[in-house]
């Protein structure tokens, strides 16, 4: 069965700093690669996504994240916070082929010191 | 705004009853996914229907139930509700129900909270 290990429940940093947010999965085969984001009192909003096309994927809000098969990782990046970003992130998979439901990470909530 | 649209926003509830949440999707999208967000739990999967058929199941209880109506809006009703089934519950839509890769567009959820 597919699964998400999100490094670090909490993850705070100053702004203008770089945002790393680890995310690995296990599956037997290379999955859909997801990053959601979700702001308080909000629904989950897509950052990211890989389909296996590229493997380094640029999303939205200057993130982006990197598919590495070998690390079986998957981490988010964004060079410089902005206070804008603090939010709890998922990372997500879901089985190629198949119904395509999403399996989450635990989340990590991002805090921006100002 | 995603498109999709969930009533109520907030419901609250004893334990032991009965209550239905409603999901519209996107206009033109196929499936549709129920979510429970839980604090014990996480995010996890519970059901989805495509076109109006059960597609996939994930960890929802059997007092849990769910279907898409012709319309394809679709319904999750709990029942012989918990404390422990206080949780936001999101709906997603997609365009199709497997195979290729299909975006899930998420509602704003519903507040569950038993007391």
């Known amino acids: 069965a597919q699964s998400v290990t999100q490094l670090g429940s909490h993850v705070s940093v100053s702004e203008g700093a770089l945002v790393l947010l680890r995310c690995n999965y296990s599956?037997?085969?290379?999955?859909?690669l997801f990053w959601y984001v979700q702001y308080p009192n909000q629904g989950l909003q897509l950052l990211l996504k890989?389909?296996?096309?590229?493997?380094l994927v640029k999303g939205i809000n200057g993130f982006e994240a990197e598919f590495k098969k070998s690390e079986t990782s998957f981490h988010l990046t964004k060079p410089s916070a902005h206070m804008s970003d603090a939010a709890e992130y998922f990372c997500?998979?879901?089985?190629?082929?198949?119904?395509?439901?999403?399996?989450f990470g635990q989340g990590t909530r991002l805090t921006i010191n100002p | 705004d995603s498109g999709v649209t969930q009533t109520p926003k907030h419901l609250i509830t004893a334990t032991g009853q009965r209550v239905t949440l409603r999901c519209s999707p996107r206009?033109?999208?196929?499936?549709v996914y129920w979510y429970q967000q839980s604090l014990d739990q996480g995010l996890q999967f519970l059901i989805q229907?495509?076109?109006?058929?059960?597609?996939a199941k994930g960890n929802i209880l059997e007092r849990f139930s769910a279907q898409q109506f012709p319309d394809l809006h679709s319904e999750l009703n709990l029942s012989s509700l918990e404390l422990g089934d206080s949780a936001l519950y999101f709906c997603?839509?997609?365009?199709?129900?497997?195979?290729?890769?299909?975006?899930?567009?998420f509602g704003p959820g519903t507040r569950l909270t038993v007391l």
């Open positions: 997603a839509s997609s365009a199709g129900g497997g195979g290729r890769y299909n975006e899930q567009f």
């Open positions: 599956s037997s085969v290379p999955p859909y």
């Open positions: 890989y389909t296996s096309a590229a493997t």
């Open positions: 997500a998979v879901a089985e190629k082929g198949g119904a395509q439901k999403l399996v």
């Open positions: 206009s033109g999208d196929l499936s």
């Open positions: 229907y495509y076109n109006g058929e059960e597609r």
